[in-house]
């Protein structure tokens, strides 16, 4: 298995799970998903969430999802991208992601449950 995860709002993920798969507004707007590999997804939550509240990390079995996955160069790193809506069911957790008193992120303890 290999893991990439995604920043999502919670509400989104409820829904997604009822409808059986996930997409957002940038699948539109940019043809993929954005995901982060686990060395990535604190820098990019820190960037881009700064003081959000309500989000859940999408921690995603890459192996399992049905959409093509391509790791493109942004900046000095490569990301993971989603080509396409997300079956749910690539989903292993959906771990909340609160910032702290500073509004910053850290990777939550959970991950560790993972075995990765």
Not at 77 to 93: R, S
């Amino acid at each position: 298995m290999k893991l990439i995860l995604h920043i999502t709002q919670k509400a989104e993920w409820e829904q997604a799970k009822l409808r059986g798969t996930y997409y957002n507004n940038t699948l539109d707007s940019e043809g993929f998903i954005h995901c982060s590999t686990i060395q990535q997804v604190e820098k990019t939550a820190n960037k881009f969430f700064a003081n959000q509240t309500g989000l859940v990390l999408l921690c995603i079995d890459s192996d399992k999802v049905q959409a093509e996955i391509k790791y493109e160069a942004v900046g000095e790193e490569k990301f993971p991208h989603i080509y396409g809506a997300l079956n749910t069911d690539a989903v292993i957790d959906a771990i909340a992601f609160p910032p702290d008193a500073e509004g910053k992120f850290k990777l939550p303890a959970e991950l560790a449950k993972l075995n990765l």
